[in-house]
């Protein structure tokens, strides 16, 4: 459990002196949310369901960026294999890393959030905070968390393989589909202002991938990295 | 070394009755496709295809088991046995799942009147086909032999298991599955029944043969390179 957190802490540590990847994502972001708007004409006649994936492609999209650069700081100077010399299963390697990313990524998405309410929302009527936001901001952070498990988990495939950056998205785009679905739909709802019983069983779903993901990830991550010379 | 010893399956006998076997099934099931089984009486001939269209998407779903079942041989094994098992499978089962997408397209037109549309099982069965697409281009940019079996297997195991939630997910927004016929489709013909599954089971044997085919090539691929060097 310390070896988590210490791991944890690390590159938290190493972002916060570098300062490279937060504000790569928070304009990535920027610039994605200018391009739906550009590419939607500046509409504010867009429904819920629109914007919430728009939303979520924002986050996918930079949040990846993000992950990709995850390993790749690792391999410099060989850092990786000094990660692996200590002496604790290699799921705890993943699991701490999966926390360092999914912090980053929740971080860069919360300052991100009352941006696209700005430009997408400016004419819904005061949003209510207990009934909208928080519930929403729950939502985010459990999609986050479906697709940064998978994400972290590749990114030390891909970072391995000839194509590198461009393998990550191949990996985790077609697998991260449920985690798609269910998000925007149950963020469309809660904007909507549905009762919770509309999408629960999203919710449920939402949940059980994460579960899932990251059991499976930080059993395989093991194997993901045996230090065989290839 | 003579090439054929490094087939550890190569009987040639039985290769030979799993052929004829194989061909026989394949030329009586597509018999009974045209003039065994009755014309469906609102779809009419078109629904044919349906026969094929069953027997690419079985044998299809039998590959991708079998390369999520060698994917962990290999994991807990590694010998390169398993791993030429799972990515010979993966390749044969893409061909066979682009047939299913295909003959599907054919039938859906004239039945649905459209090419496509985003049907929880369509929608899954897409996906399946990206996730071998990407499971293949994966083995060709992973690098060495035994970093790109390993990755390999892992993506296999990953997307084996992602392809359930996938479907019960796209389930969510379009319920609207039509079940053709089979169980919960009411009566069917059991003349278009027995169709079906010599159809099946053609595919199966199918597979089977290809499969065997494709690992023998692969051997001696390997064979070939190593000598080579």
Redesign the interface.
């Known amino acids: 459990m310390k070896e988590i957190l210490l791991i944890f802490r690390k590159d938290l540590l190493v972002e916060w002196r570098s300062k490279q990847i937060f504000p790569t994502m928070l304009i990535f972001s920027l610039l994605l949310l200018l391009i739906f708007n550009v590419a939607f004409e500046f509409r504010s006649d867009i429904d819920f369901h629109t914007i919430s994936a728009v939303v979520w492609i924002t986050f996918i999209f930079s949040g990846l960026l993000a992950l990709g650069r995850s390993f790749s700081l690792e391999k410099e100077n060989n850092a990786f294999s000094f990660l692996l010399l200590i002496p604790v299963s290699r799921s705890y390697i993943y699991l701490g890393k999966l926390l360092s990313n999914l912090v980053m990524v929740i971080v860069s998405e919360i300052f991100i959030l009352p941006l696209f309410l700005l430009f997408f929302l400016f004419d819904a009527k005061g949003l209510s905070l207990m009934d909208t936001i928080l519930p929403f901001l729950g939502v985010t952070v459990l999609g986050t968390i479906g697709f940064v498990s998978?994400g972290t988990?590749?990114s030390s495939?891909a970072v391995?393989?000839?194509?590198r950056d461009m393998?990550l998205p191949?990996?985790v785009f077609?697998?991260i589909?449920?985690v798609i679905?269910?998000s925007v739909?149950v963020c469309s709802s809660i904007l909507e202002g549905r009762p919770l019983g509309y999408y629960a069983?999203?919710l449920q779903?939402l949940v059980?991938?994460d579960i899932?993901?990251v059991l499976?990830?930080s059993l395989?991550f093991e194997?993901?990295i045996?230090d065989?010379g290839? | 070394m003579k090439i054929a010893e490094t087939d550890p399956f190569s009987f040639k006998e039985m290769r030979k009755a799993l052929f004829f076997l194989t061909f026989a099934l394949m030329v009586l099931g597509t018999w009974m496709t045209f003039f065994y089984a009755p014309t469906e009486v609102v779809m009419g001939h078109v629904q044919r295809i349906f026969y094929f269209h069953m027997g690419t998407v079985w044998a299809a779903t039998v590959a991708f088991t079998v390369v999520f079942v060698a994917s962990i041989y290999y994991l807990v094994k590694e010998t390169a046995k398993w791993d030429t098992l799972a990515y010979c499978s993966a390749e044969i089962g893409m061909l066979l799942l682009t047939l299913t997408i295909i003959t599907g397209s054919i039938w859906a037109k004239p039945v649905w009147g459209t090419w496509w549309t985003w049907d929880p099982q369509l929608t899954t069965t897409f996906i399946l086909w990206v996730l071998y697409a990407v499971y293949l281009l994966l083995r060709s940019g992973a690098g060495g032999r035994g970093k790109k079996a390993r990755y390999s297997a892992i993506f296999a195991i990953v997307a084996f298991v992602d392809l359930p939630v996938v479907y019960i997910s796209a389930r969510i927004k379009r319920g609207i599955s039509p079940v053709v016929f089979g169980p919960g489709g009411g009566g069917i013909d059991p003349a278009m029944m027995q169709t079906l599954l010599v159809v099946l089971l053609g595919f199966t044997l199918l597979f089977i043969l290809l499969l065997r085919e494709r690992i023998r090539i692969m051997n001696m691929e390997t064979a070939l390179y190593t000598r080579g060097r």
């Not at chain 1, 391995?160 to 194509?163: C, E, F, G, R």
Request: some cysteine; glycine content about 4%; hydrophobic content about 60%.
């Open positions: 998978l988990f590749f495939m391995n393989t000839k194509l393998m191949l990996l077609p697998l589909i449920p679905i269910t739909g069983f999203s779903i059980c991938f899932i993901f499976l990830c395989l194997y993901l045996e065989s290839d």
